[in-house]
T-cell receptor
Framework: AQSVTQLGSHVSVSEGALVLLRCNYS??????LFWYVQYPNQGLQLLLK??????LVKGINGFEAEFKKSETSFHLTKPSAHMSDAAEYFC????????????FGSGTQLTVLP | GAGVSQSPRYKVAKRGQDVALRCDPI?????LFWYQQALGQGPEFLTY????????KSGLPSDRFFAERPEGSVSTLKIQRTQQEDSAVYLC?????????????FGQGTRLTVV
């Protein structure tokens, strides 16, 4: 069985501040981990994914995430928030990497304050 | 088109009415997935097609839900006798290959409201 917990359904940061969105996972086997972003009235867009090649994963739009097995975490960060980063972010886990077995967290709404 | 296209974008149905939601995947994509996203929740898997074959329908919540992809391209998700708990955004995704660990591209979704 696999599951994902996203801590904080809403996060607000000031423009230029660090973005930190938390994700903890549970998986019985080494997982594939993903972060997706959903802008208003848009579909899900893949930000980045972890596939065991490297623990620090760089994605699009300046985001990155670090896989920490000891903490079962895959937190998403960005050094400096931009107004355009305001969106909902979903962490997801899969034991196979296939979208067929993706289990999503409940999402974190990021607000960027001017 | 360049991406996954879903129609209609919004659908309001009266309780008990049947609805059909359409998904046009990216041309040439072998795999197609349907997800249901309730308000304030993450998407949940409904069903999966590889070409025209429905290989997994374990996520369909009841026998009122039916999906098809007869020619291995366009897919339709049908919900019969809609109930209020069916209100959600229905997302379609497609991916190029059969292989695992292949990125899936999501459509904008259809927001279904049952009144």
């Amino acid at each position: 069985a696999q599951s994902v917990t996203q801590l904080g359904s809403h996060v607000s940061v000031s423009e230029g501040a660090l973005v930190l969105l938390r994700c903890n996972y549970s998986s019985s086997v080494p997982p594939y981990l993903f972060w997706y972003v959903q802008y208003p009235n848009q579909g899900l867009q893949l930000l980045l994914k972890y596939t065991s090649a490297a623990t620090l994963v760089k994605g699009i739009n300046g985001f990155e995430a670090e896989f920490k097995k000891s903490e079962t975490s895959f937190h998403l960060t960005k050094p400096s928030a931009h107004m355009s980063d305001a969106a909902e972010y979903f962490c997801a886990v899969s034991v196979t990497g296939s979208a067929r077995q993706l289990t999503f967290g409940s999402g974190t709404q990021l607000t960027v304050l001017p | 088109g360049a991406g996954v296209s879903q129609s209609p974008r919004y659908k309001v149905a009266k309780r008990g009415q049947d609805v059909a939601l359409r998904c046009d995947p990216i041309s040439g994509h072998v795999s197609l997935f349907w997800y249901q996203q309730a308000l304030g929740q993450g998407p949940e898997f409904l069903t999966y097609f590889q070409n025209e074959a429905q290989l997994d329908k374990s996520g369909l919540p009841s026998d009122r839900f039916f999906a098809e992809r007869p020619e291995g391209s366009v897919s339709t998700l049908k919900i019969q006798r809609t109930q209020q708990e069916d209100s959600a955004v229905y997302l379609c995704a497609s991916s190029l290959k059969r292989q695992l660990n292949t990125e899936a591209f999501f459509g904008q979704g259809t927001r279904l409201t049952v009144v």
